[in-house]
């Protein structure tokens, strides 16, 4: 196993499955926690995952197929994407109107009642098909718009420290793509809301 990534929650390696590229994503166990909380907490992270990269897909937003589950041992594998971060990609080219197609993709999860939990430009993948949606492992079904504008108040926050060149027009697209949730209206009313919350704490 090749390792690509090493995060706070888990570990991602490359693999072969069946002859395939595949990704390996283990939950990788806190010390901090009381293990059987734990257990628990990873077991039902994976479990979480692996149904809302199912339900994102149809709901129209492209993410890695899951090929296997396996909450005893904290794993997924899912296939291999290939492609450049939307994050390198921005950084590189500085293509603001991206930010569009991302915030039209956004705009399907919130519909589907899907809180992706840490939206940035690095869990975003230019591929020839379009664009994939990873990491849905602090994801959430809820249909609350609370919930859908701290999604946002997050990745901006997250979006104005990497991409602070394009900050501007890179929101102002990613709005403009977000528009086509019925909810929208509502969404920014509160994203506003949230932000002044934060801002007095």
């Known amino acids: 196993m090749e ?27 806190k010390r901090y926690r009381v293990p059987i909380l734990d257990e628990r907490i990873r077991k039902t992270r ?10 994102a897909r149809r709901a129209g937003v492209l993410t890695p197929e899951v090929y ?10 899912m296939e ?14 500085g293509d603001a109107s991206l930010m569009k197609e991302i915030g039209e993709n ?9 809180v992706h939990g840490d ?15 990873i990491d849905f492992g602090l994801g959430a079904v809820s249909h609350s718009i609370e919930d859908f504008a701290v999604d946002l108040v997050c990745f901006e926050k997250s979006f104005i420290a990497t991409h602070s060149d394009i900050a501007e027009d890179g929101w102002a697209a990613l709005a403009d793509g977000y528009s086509s949730f019925s909810e929208a209206p509502r969404v920014w009313k509160r ?11």
């Open 119 to 133: 939206l940035t430009t690095s869990n975003i993948i230019l591929t020839e098909r379009g664009l994939y949606f």
């Open 68 to 77: 296997s589950v396996d909450d005893r041992r904290m794993e997924i594998i």
């Open 3 to 29: 390792l690509i990534k090493k995060g706070a929650e888990a570990e991602l390696y490359r693999i072969m499955y069946n002859g395939r590229p595949a990704v390996l994503k283990r939950r990788i166990p």
């Open 80 to 93: 291999y994407v290939p492609g450049e971060r939307a994050k390198e990609y921005l950084l590189r080219t």
């Open 106 to 114: 956004i705009a399907r999860l919130h519909s589907s009642g899907i």
């Open 191 to 201: 994203f506003e809301e949230v932000k002044r919350r934060a801002r007095y704490l």
């Open 46 to 55: 994976t479990r979480r995952e692996a149904r809302l990269l199912d339900r």
